[in-house]
């Protein structure tokens, strides 16, 4: 069995865009529930570091720091737009004996949900992904754009400590370009029990589907749970969570285990909260 440690450093960088935010700062269990929601109304940028070991033919390390700005827009009293990017700066192992690492930019997936502004209990969010050809290096990505439909939904109220729901996309290849076309999947869905001061278990496996890859490689389907809190470092919320997950399947030259650590600052609501 291969072993695949990862691990994760979420950083969010505060954007001092609201002055009230400080006067109507949300309690430790409310922030919890707010940074389980993917179309929250929230202002971050999340810096995410996995490291995966034991990668590719010659278990090589791999390292990929996602930057993962999420900016919501207020288009009017009833509907927001959740914009969310991932800016992956990839350090990839050599595949080949004599073949050195490579390090850059990755190919940029960047989604925006329609979400409405003043949903309760039932929360969704629906909308399109884009993955733009960006990366620095050929080994880094894929010359063809993307594009697809994205979704999310789940079930939040304020005196119910269980947040759970899920996310989806499917982007396929568009257009031209000298490296393979593509069909990718994804699902998360996660689970979230929250107990007083903030503390939070969780799971949110990150389920994938290559739908152009033989059927006997076409899955990773992991499973796994993980424990988190907010703790206040003067007046900035730090989420802190740990896990792990094992893959029951996963493509060959992948590891089974992972582990991860990750820590965030996380912005203050900028609206209504939900």
């Not at 992904?129 to 979704?151: E, F, K, M, Y």
Request: glycine share 8%.
């Amino acid at each position: 069995m291969s072993v695949v440690p990862s691990t994760v450093l979420a950083l969010a960088l505060f954007a001092a865009l609201n002055p009230s935010a400080a006067r109507a700062a949300p309690t430790a269990e409310e922030l919890a529930k707010m940074v389980q929601n993917p179309v929250a109304n929230l202002i971050n940028v999340p810096l995410q570091n996995n490291t995966n070991f034991n990668v590719g033919p010659l278990s090589g390390t791999q390292n990929i720091l996602n930057i993962q700005p999420v900016i919501p827009v207020n288009l009017n009293k009833d509907w927001n737009l959740i914009t969310r990017s991932i800016l992956p700066v990839i350090t990839q192992p050599g595949f080949v004996h004599d073949q050195g690492s490579t390090t850059g930019l990755g190919d940029i997936q960047f989604s925006a949900f329609v979400s409405p502004a003043n949903a309760a209990g039932f929360i969704w969010g629906a909308g399109a992904i884009v993955q733009a050809p960006t990366h620095s290096n050929d080994r880094l990505g894929n010359d063809r754009w993307g594009l697809g439909p994205t979704a999310v939904a789940l079930h939040l109220r304020p005196c119910d400590p269980w947040v759970y729901g899920a996310l989806v996309n499917n982007v396929w290849s568009v257009g031209s370009g000298n490296d393979p076309s593509y069909n990718n999947f994804l699902l998360q869905p996660f689970v979230n029990y929250n107990l007083p001061g903030g503390v939070y278990i969780n799971s949110a496996p990150l389920i994938t589907a290559n739908w152009k890859a033989d059927s006997s490689q076409r899955w990773t389907v992991p499973l796994g749970a993980g424990v988190g809190k907010i703790l206040h470092f003067g007046p900035l919320p730090v989420n802190m969570q740990m896990g792990a997950h094992y893959n029951v399947v996963t493509p060959d030259k992948r590891g089974r285990l992972a582990v991860a650590l990750a820590d965030a600052v996380h912005v203050p609501e900028i609206g209504p909260s939900r």
